[in-house]
């Protein structure tokens, strides 16, 4: 009788090892199964996004920073791959929207160089994210051409940014730099290091970053 009673017990016992066992390696499947169901999308969040560009004044190449306060973005709808987001987006940026901390500098521009250029719009799309060179190329159209723009980019999860330099010469902006500089040839004339000649660069950086969406479930 002992000895059954001995075996019943390490019976039981065995019995509720295995079934505590079958029990953690069924919730860690689950855990598992949970963790591969989780899908994440991206979308465009214009409140978190930001246009900059640095225009260059004086012989000496002096820069003169702004932003952009309106940037109509499209095609950033919800998407589950943030290369691909990036890669369907185009927008347009209206020239009044230029801000420069100076309301007068701001009014300059619009009239003397845009206006001299006949764009109250700049638009553009991106064309391509290359992952393997870090490169981005995007089409911009003003004065009613479109030119390609090759610059940097960075795209960690959420986090975009691009970063390049152009000539608005390339977009024959000529008679927009050359009245500009005329309006403030004072101001662009560097009297302090000597300088007798005003100058206005047609070179200008332009830098944008974004920080999309996220939602997983």
Known sequence: MRKNTKFLFVALAGLMMSSCAGETETTDTAKAEVEKTETCSYAYDAAN???????????????????FTEINVKGGEENED????????????????IHTKDESRDGKINEFFFGKINTEVISGEVIDLD????????????????????GEYLLADTEFSFDTEINVLDWEAEAGIEALNEECKELHTDFANGDTESKLWPDVSLSFSTKLEKVCE
């Open 82 to 97: 943030p290369h691909a987001l990036i890669e369907a987006l185009s927008f347009e940026i209206p020239i009044s929207s």
């Open 49 to 67: 996004s930001e246009l900059s560009f640095t225009a260059y004044k004086f012989l000496g190449k002096t820069g003169v920073s702004g932003t």
């Open 131 to 150: 992952d393997a060179t870090g490169k981005a190329t995007l089409a911009i159209t003003m004065n009613e051409i479109t030119k390609e723009v090759e």
